[in-house]
């Protein structure tokens, strides 16, 4: 009943730039912590950046002065927004919420489906 949903995935050259969305769908009373993770082939899911519902960032060293992550509350959207791309950025990126469903209830963690992003030199 709940989904996150990303896009903008692609293929880059190196020193370029994307911007990936994930909207959120479904039964959202409010979506609090919003982030992003990345995993690269044969290694752990890393964190990349995460914002609160009252824009407090939190950025990975590795992408700090590159990336920027921003959401729009009434849209239930979060996006990354990726500058001067290296080949290690290459990672399949994830969406991830804390999303409450009803105004007293608790918050659930949901994770999007992933979205392949291929940096070359």
């Known amino acids: 009943q709940v989904q996150l949903v990303e896009s903008g995935g692609g293929l880059v050259q190196a020193g370029g730039s994307l911007r990936l969305s994930c909207a959120g769908s479904?039964?959202?009373?409010?979506?609090?912590?919003m982030g992003w993770y990345r995993q690269a082939p044969g290694k752990q899911r890393e964190l990349v950046a995460t914002?609160?519902?009252?824009?407090?960032?939190n950025y990975a060293d590795s992408v700090k002065g590159r990336f920027t992550i921003s959401r729009d509350n009434a849209k239930n959207t979060t996006y990354l927004q990726m500058n001067s791309l290296k080949p290690e950025d290459t990672a399949v990126y994830y969406c991830?919420?804390?999303?409450?469903?009803?105004?007293?209830?608790?918050?659930?963690?949901?994770w999007g489906q992933g979205t392949q992003v291929t940096v070359s030199i």
């Open positions: 991830n919420a804390n999303i409450r469903r009803i105004r007293w209830g608790p918050d659930y963690n949901y």
């Open positions: 914002t609160t519902s009252d824009g407090d960032t």
């Open positions: 479904g039964s959202i009373f409010r979506i609090n912590r």
